[in-house]
Structure formats: structure tokens, C-alpha cells
């Protein structure tokens, strides 16, 4: 039996979380708003560290003694009976302390097709973090993926087992994070040491969220809608709203900061790339939860998203913080199709480093297994991990972004172009096939998975030698004719 515990310095863990504090933006989109009629929930992984290598791994289900389960940030539950099988992109270091111990897991899908993405991290005011303060250790983003995925059959049970856990050990940050399966999407915000909130995306609609808590308008009478116990006692006893709507509530402004420039210039941004009809007045104090699309949205739609500047925007030169940022660790897609034979309904559309700059590779929940180039490597470059290969692309770029970057963007485009399209057609053998031999049609889609991942970094590692040597040769002096001739004669 695996014991699954870590224990981190924590001077260390105090520097990662602070680092995190003001990072990442997402994204989730209902199954009747998407082009193909699945589920996604994307998210940019950005860090204030920008040198901190991601693995990729599968966890295999296993059977638990009783006692004590230790997270990564120390806080210790008792362990379940039972986990359940799940993918995850922990950090390098996870495994530096204890083999078995992970943090950071940030997204992932377990074998139910449950899938989580945490955290878009967030604000929480000073009068709400004064009368319910934030709980060390407690629930944080390093640990949520670690604590639901192994558990959760269903994006609804997932929400209510960490409302749980917040409510009983408390939580150290606030944050908002997504977790969905085949049928539903939940958008859930944490907005003080034990109170929380939970709404189910509308299937019409997506959520556009960056690092402000963003739930405001909802009823919490529905049965869209989960929250801690208490929560509206709570909101009165300590005056945090003038007036508590429990047919609109606010949560956002009850525990959060709205108004952020930080934040709401990105909502507007997503907003306006996905439903350019809504035109809506910039800086606003809270833009709409959710919205419907203009068009159905595609998983390269997300993507363009995940990768938006203000270029040609009414803020162009005026916002301080766009959604691509060249501090992105990791940026994913996950989507979750209910027409796929069940092990094939999930899939991660995974990249490393800027988005922009890198490429989105189809990872089909059969995959268990990873080139090794995608488990190794730590906060140091070297040339055997895929992560450094990818993430240094970007930096390689910045010697010369106007020549590199529309090269690096064309490249990927290109090549997700045709990952895409791949995975159109491969959908439909799978399904084919799964009904005549279920396994030869998951091994397919594992090795598929496994093909991309070494195809792209081999593209990766070409492409950034040929631009180092590019770059090589712009430092060499051009000579005149007389001036070479007296060099070579010394």
C-alpha cells in the first residue's frame, strides 16, 4: 500500500503559493455551447516563477489501508478505502521529497471521466478573511486535484466532497477551480476559510473566468447551485453585502474584490472574442457570469482564447495584464464527449510553456504510460526534458519576437490544424472499432497519444535548433572585401 504523503519546507511552500498568488486564466463551455456537443475546461497554468517543470502521469487505482492520508501542503484527512485511476501533470519536485507524494496536480481526468481544473486563484477581502480567516494548513490549489480526482464518480459528487472537506479543515486559499464530466459543469469558488459556493455552468453557456471571484446573480435556492452551510447567516452576521439577495446573490462581492482592472480586462476580453455581438462597455465593475456564444465553440476557439492579447482592442497599450503571458508553465483543454465509448469520452488537449508558442497535443484518457522526456527535468534547462524544450522556445524568441514569434505561431497552428482533424476521424474509427474489439481500440488511442507527444517535441528540439542557429548567424560580422582580406592574411 502507498502511503501518498509529502511533507514540504514551509519556507518553500509559503514561496510557491505567493508566486501563484496572481496567476491563470480559464475558461468553461457547456455541451450545448461547444461545436461537437462536449464539455470543456480549459485553463493557462501561469506561475510568477516561470522555471518550474511539469511531468506528466498516470496514477493507477488502488486499495487503501486505514489511517491518516498527508497532502502535499500538510494537511492530513483520513485516507479512503479506495482511489480511483486518474491522470494529472504534477510538478517536478513533487517526487524530490516522497516518491509517492504529489503537489501541484493542477488538472486531470479519473476513470469515471470526472475531470478537474484548479485553480484560477483569487482575492479574498479583507472583511470577509477577518471574520472567517484563511485556514494553514488547509485546502489549497496544490492539493485539490490530489483530493477529488482519486475520489469523485461525478462532477456533482466532486463539488460536495471539497465543500466538505473546506467546511470541516478549512481553506488556505481562495480560489475558483472547475470540475465537470459528461453531463455537467461546475464552476466553484472558495471565498473565505470555510465558506464556498458551486454553480453549474448552463449548457447554452460558457464562464469566462481570470483571478477575481466571478459568482454574483444566482439563486440559491436552485438546484444549480451548492454553498457552505450558513453562508447567508454568515453574509448578514458580518455585514459583508448592504443587502443579501438570496435570489441574486453576490457572492463574488461579498468575499471577493471586484473592479479588479487585472481581472476584469480579461473577462471582457474572452467575452468579447467568443460573443463579439454584446458590445460592452470596458471596466466594468462584474461582466455577466455566463454568456452564450456567437458561434458554437471549438476546442481551437479555446485556444485562441488561452492565447488573447489587446492588440486591436479598446485596451491595447492600456491593460497591464493580457491572458497570454510568457510565464505560462502549462495550458490544457479538457474535453469530455458523451458520444465516445466511455474510456474514450475524455480527452486533455495538453501544451507546455506559452501557448502560443507551443502546441496542443490530443491525450486520450487510455494513455497510461508517457516518453520519458515528459518525467524528467527539473527548475534547471537541460535537453531531455520536453518541458524545458518546449517552454524555451518562447525565451529563445525574445532575442528577436517580431521574426520568431509569428514563426513559432504559424508552426503550431499548422500542426493543431491537423491534430485536430486527426482526432475527427480517429474518433469515429475508435467508435467503429470499440464495438469489435474494445481493447485493440483503446491501446489505439493510448499509442495515438503516445505518437503526438514524441512528434511535437522532436518538432520542438528541430525547431529551436534552427533557431539558435539563426540566431548564431545574425551575430557574425559582415565583412568588406579589403577588411577580410587582412584578417585572413594575419
Not at 22 to 30: E, K, N, Q, Y
Not at 129 to 153: C, F, H, N, S, Y
Not at 397 to 417: G, I, M, Q, R, V
Not at 454 to 480: C, G, Q, V
Request: glycine share 6%; aromatic share 10%.
Amino acid at each position: 500500500m502507498k502511503t501518498w504523503s509529502v511533507t514540504f519546507a514551509a519556507s518553500a511552500i509559503a514561496v510557491a503559493i505567493s508566486g501563484n498568488a496572481i496567476a491563470c486564466t480559464g475558461l468553461i463551455v457547456g455541451k450545448g455551447a461547444s461545436t461537437d456537443g462536449s464539455i470543456m475546461i480549459a485553463r493557462n497554468e501561469d506561475f510568477g516563477i516561470n522555471n518550474w517543470n511539469k511531468y506528466l502521469e498516470y496514477r493507477s487505482a488502488q486499495d487503501n489501508q486505514p489511517g491518516d492520508w498527508t497532502l502535499g501542503n500538510g494537511l492530513v484527512v483520513p485516507m479512503p478505502e479506495h482511489f480511483l485511476a486518474y491522470s494529472s501533470i504534477p510538478d517536478w519536485d513533487a517526487v524530490t521529497v516522497d516518491s509517492d507524494g504529489k503537489y501541484y496536480e493542477e488538472r486531470g481526468i479519473n476513470e469515471y471521466n470526472v475531470a478537474v481544473s484548479a485553480t484560477t486563484s483569487a482575492e479574498v477581502n479583507d472583511k470577509a478573511a477577518k471574520a472567517d480567516p484563511l485556514v494553514k494548513p488547509g485546502v489549497i490549489e496544490a492539493i485539490i486535484p490530489t483530493l477529488i480526482l482519486p475520489q469523485a464518480k461525478s462532477a456533482k459528487q466532486g463539488v460536495e466532497l471539497l465543500g466538505q472537506y473546506i467546511e470541516t479543515y478549512g481553506a488556505g486559499e481562495g480560489n475558483s477551480l472547475y470540475i465537470a464530466d459528461v453531463n455537467e459543469a461546475w464552476l466553484f469558488e472558495i471565498g473565505s476559510g470555510h465558506h464556498w459556493i458551486a454553480v453549474k455552468v448552463p449548457d447554452d453557456s460558457y464562464a469566462m473566468i481570470a483571478n477575481g471571484l466571478r459568482i454574483h446573480g444566482v439563486n440559491l435556492a436552485s438546484d444549480d447551485v451548492m454553498h457552505s452551510q450558513g453562508l447567508t447567516e454568515f453574509v448578514k452576521q458580518h455585514k459583508l453585502l448592504d443587502k443579501v439577495d438570496t435570489k441574486s446573490f453576490n457572492f463574488a462581492k461579498a468575499f471577493g474584490v471586484i473592479g479588479d482592472e487585472y481581472n476584469i480586462d480579461r473577462e471582457w476580453l474572452g467575452q468579447k472574442i467568443l460573443t463579439p455581438s454584446k458590445h460592452q462597455q470596458n471596466r466594468r465593475a462584474q461582466y455577466p457570469l455566463f454568456m452564450q456564444p456567437d458561434d458554437k465553440i471549438s476546442v481551437d476557439d479555446v485556444a485562441e482564447v488561452l492565447s488573447a492579447t489587446y492588440d486591436g482592442t479598446a485596451l491595447e497599450g492600456k491593460a497591464k495584464r493580457p491572458i497570454r503571458v510568457e510565464r505560462q508553465l502549462e495550458s490544457h483543454i479538457i474535453q469530455l464527449r458523451a458520444d465516445m465509448p466511455k474510456e474514450l469520452q475524455g480527452v486533455i488537449w495538453q501544451s507546455f510553456g506559452v501557448l502560443p508558442e507551443s502546441v496542443l497535443v490530443p491525450l486520450y484518457s487510455t494513455l497510461q504510460d508517457y516518453p520519458k522526456a515528459y518525467q524528467v527535468g527539473d527548475d534547471t534547462y537541460s535537453d531531455d526534458s520536453a518541458y524545458w524544450q518546449f517552454r524555451s522556445l518562447t525565451a529563445l524568441a525574445s532575442a528577436n519576437p517580431d521574426k520568431y514569434l509569428p514563426l513559432l505561431k504559424e508552426t503550431w497552428d499548422k500542426e493543431e490544424t491537423r491534430l485536430y482533424k486527426q482526432v475527427e476521424h480517429l474518433d469515429a474509427t475508435l467508435s467503429d472499432m470499440y464495438k469489435q474489439d474494445k481493447q485493440a481500440a483503446l491501446d489505439m488511442a493510448a499509442d495515438y497519444s503516445y505518437g503526438q507527444l514524441k512528434r511535437t517535441l522532436n518538432m520542438a528540439t528541430e525547431i529551436r535548433y534552427k533557431m539558435l542557429t539563426d540566431l548564431t548567424k545574425s551575430t557574425e560580422k559582415k565583412y568588406s572585401e579589403e577588411e577580410f582580406k587582412k584578417i585572413m592574411s594575419l
